[in-house]
């Protein structure tokens, strides 16, 4: 899942916890998260948000226990493909790769349809043009 869709997700669920202060810094950690640059950073940060907001929730509030256990289900252990390290070397978010997409259609084969042979010639041009 991509982080904006993600974000968007966790924030219709934040905002039922009726503490604007908390889900602000809710949110902050959880973009700190997001900036995990590999798995085991995100596995040991995940780890320490979970006893960070653990220990913080002394009163128990059954709102913040209900988006804790939804996080951690949902963002930590179903879906957590939304890091930043995930995947190396590739565009971490959506537009990223659109905006990939739509250089190697404009700058290479002008959207047009072409046989294979022409195809691998304009993208050994195209490739060669962007290494250099």
């Known amino acids: 899942m991509c982080w904006a869709h993600m974000k968007k997700k ?15 810094e809710l949110m902050k950690d959880i973009k700190m998260l997001h900036l995990s640059s590999s798995k085991s950073v995100f596995k040991l940060a995940s780890s320490l948000f979970m006893k960070k907001w653990n220990m913080n929730n002394k ?4 709102s913040i226990l209900d988006f804790l256990n939804y ?3 949902e963002w930590l252990q179903s879906n957590d493909g939304w890091y930043e390290g995930i995947q190396m ?6 537009k990223a790769l659109e905006a990939t997409n739509k250089a190697i259609k404009d700058d290479g084969i002008f959207r047009e349809r072409h046989v294979l042979s022409r195809f691998l010639t304009i993208s050994l041009t195209m490739i060669n043009s962007w290494s250099t």
């Open 59 to 62: 009163q128990k509030k059954q």
């Open 89 to 94: 070397y590739a565009p971490s978010r959506k």
């Open 10 to 24: 966790v924030e219709n669920r934040i905002c039922h916890l009726d503490n604007k202060d908390i889900e602000k």
């Open 71 to 73: 996080f951690d289900n």
